[in-house]
C-alpha cells in the first residue's frame, strides 16, 4: 500500500436549522476539513478534522497537509500507520512550530485516513480492524435539541420530541448564561417534561469561572445530571480539581485537548470523571487508542466528543470496552456513504469496509470550497 498522493479538500456543510450557538459561539456551518490518500494500487482512505467552517484557518489545515505532510508521506507503506505517525507528530521542525492546534489537527487527518485506508484494504469496518466489538449496542445521547440558542419553550418541546418520539434515552442541554439562575430554570423545566428516568447532561463549553460554578452547582445536584462537560476553562487543572471535590455533579471534558499528556494531566489530578477524546483534536485514531487505554487503566469512562465526529467515533466506541455513550449531532452524517445512524436511542453499528469517513460525490459537489 505505498502511498501515491495526497489531496486535501474542505467541505463547509450547514448546521441543524441554518444555526446554533453555546456559550462561547454562533456557527452557521460545519467545516469538514481533511484528506483523501491514494494508494499506488487505487485505494483510497478519508480522513478529516471539525473546524467552525472558517474558510481562512481551514486553509492553514490544508496548508499543513499539503506542504508539510505530503512530502513525508508519499513513497510510504501506508499500512505502516504507527511507524507513519511517529515519523510526523515527531518531525522536528513541525514538532518546533506545533504539537497543539493546526499541526495536530492536520495530523488528526492524516492519521484517520491511513486507518481507513487500513480497513478498506482489510475489508472490514474500522471496529472489526481494531479488535471486534465489546458491546451489543451503543447508546446516543442528543446534543442537537439542547442549544444555548433555543428558546426555552422551543427547548423543552424539542426535548420532550426527542424522548417521546425518537426514543432517545440520554440528552445534553448547553448552559452558560451570564445568569446561571437561567440556566437552573431551563433545565428544571425540562426535567419536568421528560421525566426522571431520562439522563440529561449539561455542556458549559468552558464559559464560567469557579465560584460561578459552584454556585450553580448547589442549585443543579437536585436535577440528577449525569456530567458537567467543560465547566471551566479548558486547561484550568486546579480548579476543575475543585469543582470535582466540591460536588455530586460528575465533570467531564476533553475536546478542547490535544495530547495524551494533557488528559493525563486531568485523570492525575482527579479533575476529570468522564473522559472526552476527539479524535480529531487528538493526532487521529492512534492517539486516540493511547487516551482510551489510558482512561481504562484508571477505570474512568470514555465518552467521546462528536461534535460532529461520530463518523469516526461510532467504530472506536463499539471497539473500546470503556465506552458506554456516544454524542449524536446529525450535522454531516448524510454527507458520507455509511453515515452514522440512530435508531431507538442507538447508534447502529456500521458494517462497510473503513472508518465511516467516505463523502458522498454529492458532499463534494454540494459543499467543496477552494483551497486557495
Not at 485506508?117 to 442528543?142: F, Q, R, T
Not at 437561567?182 to 439522563?199: C, F, N
Request: charged share 20%; glycine share 8%; aromatic share 8%.
Amino acid at each position: 500500500m505505498r502511498i501515491a498522493r495526497i489531496e486535501p479538500f474542505i467541505l463547509h456543510i450547514p448546521v441543524t436549522g441554518g444555526s446554533i450557538a453555546d456559550s462561547t459561539h454562533r456557527i452557521s456551518h460545519w467545516g469538514v476539513v481533511g484528506t483523501k490518500i491514494v494508494s499506488e494500487d487505487g485505494l483510497t482512505g478519508y480522513g478529516f478534522t471539525g473546524t467552525h467552517a472558517d474558510l481562512a484557518s481551514d486553509r492553514l489545515i490544508t496548508s499543513c497537509i499539503r506542504d508539510c505532510y505530503a512530502p513525508l508521506l508519499v513513497g510510504e507503506d501506508a499500512s505502516e500507520h504507527s511507524r507513519l505517525w511517529l515519523k510526523l507528530a515527531r518531525h522536528p521542525a513541525l514538532q518546533w512550530v506545533g504539537r497543539a492546534g493546526i499541526t495536530q489537527l492536520a495530523l488528526a487527518a492524516v492519521d484517520i485516513a491511513l486507518w481507513d485506508l487500513k480497513a478498506k484494504k482489510a475489508g472490514v469496518p474500522l471496529w472489526h480492524l481494531l479488535g471486534g466489538a465489546s458491546k451489543s449496542k451503543l447508546e446516543a445521547y442528543n446534543t442537537d435539541i439542547g442549544w444555548l440558542s433555543i428558546p426555552k419553550d422551543e427547548l423543552v418541546e424539542g426535548a420532550r420530541m426527542a424522548v417521546e418520539r425518537d426514543g432517545f434515552h440520554r440528552i445534553k442541554i448547553k448552559v452558560g448564561h451570564a445568569d446561571p439562575m437561567t440556566d437552573i430554570g431551563r433545565l428544571e423545566a425540562v426535567r419536568r417534561a421528560i421525566g426522571d428516568h431520562v439522563t440529561m447532561a449539561i455542556d458549559g463549553n468552558g464559559k464560567w469561572d469557579l465560584p460561578t460554578c459552584k454556585r450553580f452547582c448547589a442549585r443543579a445536584e437536585a436535577l440528577d445530571l449525569l456530567w458537567f462537560e467543560e465547566p471551566l476553562w479548558y486547561d484550568d487543572i486546579g480548579s476543575h480539581a475543585e469543582l470535582a471535590r466540591s460536588t455530586s455533579i460528575p465533570v467531564a471534558l476533553g475536546e478542547q485537548l490535544y495530547t495524551l499528556d494533557a488528559f493525563r494531566a486531568f485523570v492525575q489530578a482527579g479533575a476529570i470523571h468522564y473522559v472526552q477524546p476527539d479524535v480529531t483534536r487528538l493526532s487521529g485514531v492512534t492517539e486516540y487508542i493511547q487516551v482510551a487505554e489510558l482512561t481504562l487503566a484508571h477505570r474512568l469512562p470514555v465518552a467521546p466528543h462528536a461534535g460532529e465526529m461520530s463518523q469516526v467515533h461510532v467504530h472506536l466506541a463499539y471497539w473500546h470496552p470503556a465506552t458506554p455513550v456516544l454524542e449524536y449531532i446529525p450535522w454531516i452524517k448524510d454527507a458520507f456513504a455509511d453515515p452514522a445512524t440512530v435508531a431507538d436511542g442507538c447508534f447502529l453499528r456500521p458494517q462497510q469496509p473503513g472508518a465511516g469517513t467516505t463523502p458522498t460525490k454529492d458532499a463534494f459537489q454540494r459543499f467543496a470550497k477552494p483551497l486557495a
